[in-house]
């Protein structure tokens, strides 16, 4: 998962940061804090902590959930989990290093997929940094187990903002398919432009990974 870093950068666009938190808690406040940190044995749920909480007498770290879980809800509002490519057809496609060519201006992670095997083994899933040339440089590798014929798996990948070809290694086919009408689904900042691989044009198949989920966080998908 992608997580943000919580800055106390006065020019925040958050109104409540955790300077702002701890300034109106003020001195004493922070004491019984820290005091009720040390104090606590049981985990409790973090908004209902803060609810609860008397003056002077609150987690800073339970603020700090709080504030993540808005953060993190925010990012969903600005680009709602999805599933792309359509159901699995076409045909079975072996060449390695055929993939989906994407960019994304924004975080995310992806999530499970559906594979159409032509037989049992193991492949390896893989994203790497893509520049319509030549270059092909792996961020993420994940070998996946799958049985012949249709499989859902975790590609589970956390890719910050770039250009990018998820693809795959193996020494079997899975199935790609060529859409008539191409609809690259591109929209909140991610653009899918087709299947290529490094030093060929994007062309308007789909390669591999059907039904693929993404979204601005792991805890966020459908």
Known sequence: MVDQNHTDDPDSNHHWTRRTFIGALGAAGIAGAAANVNAQSQPTDPVVELENAADGNVDLRAFDEVLGRLERAADALEFPARRIGSAP??????????????????????????????QSGTF??????????????????????????????????????????????????????????????????????GGAKPGYESNRYWYYYFDLHVAAHEDAHL
């Open 89 to 118: 057809r076409g045909q079975q496609h072996g060449a390695s290093r055929w993939g989906i060519h994407f960019d994304t201006d924004q975080p995310i992670h992806l999530g499970t997929a559906t594979v159409d095997a032509d």
């Open 124 to 193: 390896t899933a893989v994203v790497a940094d893509y520049d319509g040339n030549n270059q092909f440089d792996p961020v993420h590798q994940r070998d996946i187990t799958v049985e012949a014929g249709i499989n859902e798996i975790d590609l589970d990948m956390a890719l910050e903002p770039g250009e990018y070809l998820l693809t795959r290694d193996g020494g079997f086919p899975l199935r790609r398919s060529a859409w008539s009408g191409w609809e690259s689904q591109s929209r909140d900042g991610l653009e899918l432009y």
